[in-house]
């Protein structure tokens, strides 16, 4: 480790880097997931930030609503996809199209859930705003 990497790590992140790596929207530098995207071990989300002690599903249920932005996000997708493929391809076989949005759907669920769940705590959650003082130490220090 060079002394740029150390100060890099002791730097948060800034917001909308710290979002791509999925890391906790309080402290920016622990980890949200305790695994990666796409693995055989499913996706496994830490209960306490692992460096600041934020609980990430703030309240009983709190992740449903992560539901309906993952919903949205499946939406989006898919219109996407079959207006691209209609493009590509000219195809009116509902057979293609049925297809490659399965495909795409099953494809782009472990990306859904975990950045619908990082959207919800980055952008919509009142509230809930990037603090610079759990930022500097972790909690158990
Ligand atoms: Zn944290």
């Not at 939406?75 to 399965?102: D, H, N, Q, R």
Request: charged letters at 15%; proline letters at 7%.
């Amino acid at each position: 480790m060079t002394a740029s990497d150390i100060k890099t790590a002791d730097k948060p992140l800034p917001e909308f880097k710290a979002a791509l790596h999925a890391k906790c929207p309080k402290c920016r530098k622990g980890n949200m997931f305790a695994n990666s995207m796409y693995g055989f071990s499913g996706q496994k989300m830490h209960t306490y930030c692992p460096y600041c002690n934020f609980q990430f599903e703030m309240e009983p249920g709190y992740f449903y609503v992560a539901m309906f932005v993952s919903y949205g996000m499946n939406v989006i997708e898919m219109v996407t996809f079959a207006v691209g493929t209609f493009l590509l391809t000219g195809s009116e076989s509902p057979w293609l199209y049925v297809g490659i949005l399965l495909a795409v759907t099953l494809i782009l669920s472990p990306f859904n859930y975990r950045y619908s769940r990082v959207m919800l705590l980055y952008w919509l959650t009142p509230n809930l705003h990037f603090d610079p003082e759990r930022a500097k130490k972790p909690y158990n220090e």
